[in-house]
């Protein structure tokens, strides 16, 4: 493989496991990674052993094995990319020296090798000027979360779980779930605090949803129950511009009330969201009246922030901070 093959391979590695570590997933596999660059696991294993000596990604063995980056993100320039798999020049001279008796040929060497130190000088500022996570940002706003095979995406089949518990599972929502959500949102004691919706109304809702997974690697995600898939409610994680601050919330089909899935759920959110995102604290807006999330808010440890308006009602802000959060 050619060097700048190598350096491009590597870095597309490097960029999908750190979209992988976004959504909350740690450890992958060579094949995962294979199926995204759509190379040979074997060229891939190479690769990584090469990221792997350089100190960029780690390997763990045995039950469980598989890849992980080993140095955050926004810490790791093209330019270790390109030393990792070795520093050969961008620009290479004849193989075989050229005749010195021709004026062109004993003098083209030394012409091309200060044109081309230059240029390599160049290309190394802008290699060390850019992350990682640089090209994951612009990779996302090219294809927002169209990211790897084997990686939780907001496009992804539905079947791709971002997190599970023992009842449940949780993947991120798409425009493909516009009638689900219209049929979820219908009934008149689900939506007394969050409202009703339209189809359009529906759909941009979820291009809304989608757009928040490219920005900033979270979002609502649908519930299924892990035993049949049936999706039965929504639950994940908002960022709410006007207030800066990250809410976690919750709505189930009526007929799975009384059931802990939203504790459930919301419980496997936070422990992503203190974790794998590092948030700091989460907060949780109830609107006046909302007995039953409530309680599911004190269950979980929140404590009563301050009243507020979100969407033209009052409500109760309530906040959880990450060394008060006990992990399921």
């Given amino acids: 493989m050619a060097a700048n093959s190598r ?38 294993r190479r690769c990584l052993g090469d990221l792997r000596r350089a100190g960029l990604v780690e390997v763990r063995h045995g039950a469980g094995a598989g890849w992980r980056l080993a140095r955050d993100p926004r810490a790791i320039t093209l330019l270790d990319v390109h030393r990792a798999v070795g520093d050969e020049p961008l620009f290479g ?107 359009d109304e529906a759909a941009e809702r979820l291009r809304g949803i989608h757009r928040q997974w490219a920005e900033r690697g979270h979002g609502l995600c649908a519930v299924e129950l892990a035993a049949t898939g049936e999706p039965i409610g929504r639950c994940g994680l908002t960022w709410w511009e006007q207030f800066g601050e990250t809410e976690v919330g919750w709505t189930f089909a009526r007929r799975h009330w009384g059931h802990g899935y939203a504790t459930e759920a919301a419980q496997a959110v936070l422990a992503w969201g203190f974790g794998a995102l590092g948030l700091t604290r989460i907060t949780a807006m109830i ?42």
């Fill in 93 to 199: 001279l004849h193989r075989a020296a050229p005749n010195p008796a021709c004026p062109v040929g004993a003098g083209i060497r030394p012409a091309l090798r200060q044109v081309y130190d230059a240029a390599e000088e160049a290309a190394h500022s802008a290699l060390a000027r850019t992350t990682v996570e640089d090209v994951l940002r612009e990779s996302l706003a090219t294809r927002p979360v169209q990211a790897a095979a084997g990686a939780p995406t907001a496009d992804d089949e539905a079947r791709t779980a971002l997190l599970s518990t023992p009842r449940l599972r949780l993947r991120p929502l798409t425009e493909a779930d516009t009638d689900w959500w219209v049929r979820l949102h219908a009934d008149d004691e689900v939506n007394r605090f969050v409202g009703a919706y339209t189809r």
């Fill in 7 to 44: 350096l491009t391979v590597a870095v597309h590695v490097l960029v999908w496991m750190a979209l992988v570590r976004r959504l909350g997933r740690d450890l992958v596999t060579s094949e995962q990674a294979a199926e995204s660059v759509n190379t040979n696991p074997v060229v891939l």
């Fill in 287 to 328: 609107h006046h009246g909302n007995a039953a999330s409530t309680a599911v808010a004190a269950r979980l440890g929140f404590a009563p922030l301050r009243e507020d308006v979100v969407l033209g009602r009052p409500c109760t802000v309530h906040a959880l901070h990450r060394e008060d959060f006990t992990a399921p």
